[in-house]
């Protein structure tokens, strides 16, 4: 099994699909054709390249036995930018194995889900004993900005009794997670104009508003004196009943002796139920090239998470409003509303997702912790919107360590083994009881 495994896995992550940057388009086609003979090489009889506007997506289907369920697995090729190069202590789209990790973008999220998949097939010689179908998107990291329709136009091939969304995170290495809630995301562009060209700060400044100063007094308006979220109409009343070790999240999140947590509650209910509020990018003039001027025009990308029970584009209304009410002395505000995806609840009471959760405590030696997610998946939402009667069993294969969309991204071989092993009961439990469950 491990061959095989990291050989795929090996394949994948040379591949640089990096979803954000338009140079790399060629390289989501290639891993889209690359994943889809894989597929076949695993003995897939239907395997589908479909095209996307942004991205291609890749299919492939086994049909089930006379009475037997169908469960889509899915997972995504798609992946981050690598950021600073220098950060990395292995070369990014090279697969490393160092000590029990395997380091490479797109280990963890989520090329490591498509080799597990693979693994899975491999298991059962190419003739899983209920209807497997391989669901593999190619823009999940920009949002699934096309997800809703591409569902809508293909919702015949992903049709599944079950849905298997291996795009978490794993409470621990070596204990395995089902995720009951996920926030959503959704963006803006936020400009400021306040002058219809450059002046000098010493004639001006002290009576004339430059665009930065006013643009910083708005983003701050973002937040409580604790670091709360500050959007009137933006909160959660979800909480959940684990949390969080304070000093090990504090040392795996690399936050620094003196600084301060955000926000109050637990840890984990501000990270899975409760809103968040991140400037992720700033245009205006850098420190290099920064003079004595009262500068014209400044913007920022802000990013928020959205608390389950709410959409994301009333969150974008709330977020608009806000930046209406508050904007600083009468500045020209523009906000350019961006990508969109809403937050998802499921339920652990069905009995396909029971079988999941028996099969993954064999595998694993311990039930799964029930957890949220503080990251989105914009997928689970419209899946639940076109197939409302279908069970959801949201797992994973990385960890709090694995670093994922940031630098020496890396996920535990063995927890992949073990969830190889985990998805392999759960298709033999489905076929013994397919009175059961079928």
């Not at 701050?220 to 109409?233: D, P, Q, R, Y």
């Not at 420190?287 to 974008?316: C, D, H, I, W, Y």
């Not at 508050?326 to 995806?341: C, E, Q």
Request: overall charge negative.
């Amino acid at each position: 099994m491990i061959e095989s495994l990291t050989r795929d896995l090996e394949s994948m992550v040379s591949c640089a699909s990096v979803g954000a940057l338009v140079d790399h388009q060629h390289d989501l086609r290639y891993s889209a054709d690359l994943i889809a003979q894989m597929l076949r090489d695993v003995g897939c009889p239907d395997v589908q390249v479909l095209e996307d506007p942004y991205a291609p997506a890749i299919v492939g289907r086994f049909p089930p036995p006379p009475g037997a369920p169908t469960i889509c697995f899915y997972a995504h090729h798609d992946v981050q930018p690598i950021g600073d190069p220098h950060e990395w202590e292995y070369p990014p789209f090279e697969l490393m194995k160092v000590g029990g990790r395997l380091f490479g973008r797109g280990t963890a999220d989520d090329k490591g889900a498509i080799a597990v998949h693979l693994e899975m097939l491999r298991a059962f010689d190419g003739n899983p004993p209920v209807g497997v179908t391989i669901f593999v998107e190619g823009e999940e990291e920009i949002g699934s900005p096309n997800i809703a329709s591409f569902l809508h136009d293909h919702q015949d091939l992903i049709r599944a009794d079950a849905f298997v969304i291996l795009d978490s995170v794993n409470w621990a290495q070596g204990e395995p997670s089902y995720t009951v809630a996920l926030r959503g995301v959704c963006d803006a562009i936020i400009e400021i104009e306040t002058l219809d060209h450059p002046v000098h700060s010493g004639q001006f400044g002290g009576v004339l508003p430059d665009a930065l100063t006013t643009l910083c007094r708005l983003l701050a308006s973002f937040h409580t004196e604790s670091g709360e979220c500050a959007i009137e109409g933006i909160q959660s009343h979800l909480s959940f009943d684990v949390d969080y070790d304070r000093d090990s999240f504090r040392s795996t999140s690399g936050l620094l002796d003196g600084v301060h947590e955000l926000g109050e509650g637990t840890l984990a209910d501000r990270l899975w139920a409760q809103p968040s509020v991140t400037v992720i990018g700033l245009d205006t003039t850098s420190v290099e090239q920064s003079s004595n001027t009262l500068l014209p025009t400044a913007r920022a990308r802000v990013s928020m998470r959205v608390p389950p029970g709410m959409e994301a584009n009333q969150a974008l209304d709330l977020l608009v409003a806000h930046c209406e009410k508050n904007v600083p002395w009468g500045a020209h505000l523009r906000v350019i509303r961006g990508n969109a995806g809403d937050p998802a609840q499921v339920d652990t009471d069905g009995p396909l997702v029971q079988a999941g959760i028996r099969a993954h405590s064999e595998a694993f030696g311990r039930p799964p912790v029930i957890i949220g997610q503080g990251g989105a998946i914009p997928l689970v939402h419209e899946l639940r919107e076109l197939f409302p009667e279908a069970e959801f069993l949201i797992t994973a294969i990385c960890d709090p360590d694995s670093r994922m969309h940031g630098p020496n991204e890396s996920v535990s071989l063995q927890d992949m083994i073990a969830t190889v092993e985990a998805q392999v009961g759960f298709l033999k439990s489905l076929a013994e009881n397919v009175d059961e469950v079928g």
